[in-house]
């Protein structure tokens, strides 16, 4: 299953937020720290900025329930 990057958060806690709303939708999240080619979490831990990740298959409504998040102010993603 080949995954998209849906968007890139400041840390572990935003893209963990993020993660439980989309699971939540039925959509499988995967987290990677943007940091990997810098050391990732060895380096930076979970204050570096994650990389929120999607089926592609599901990437559209993926990222129509986040608009729908951030619309609405849900919380700041």
Known sequence: ???RTLKVV???V??????GYL??????????P???PYGGEAYFGDT??????VPEGN????RGILAG???????RV
Do not use: D, W
């Open 34 to 36: 943007a940091t990997s």
């Open 59 to 62: 990437f559209a409504r993926a």
């Open 69 to 75: 998040l951030e619309e609405r102010g849900e919380e």
């Open 23 to 32: 699971e939540a939708e039925g959509i499988r999240v995967l987290l990677r």
């Open 10 to 12: 400041a840390n572990r």
């Open 48 to 53: 570096g900025p994650f990389e929120v990740q």
């Open 14 to 19: 935003e893209a963990e937020l993020i993660r």
């Open 1 to 3: 299953m080949k995954y």
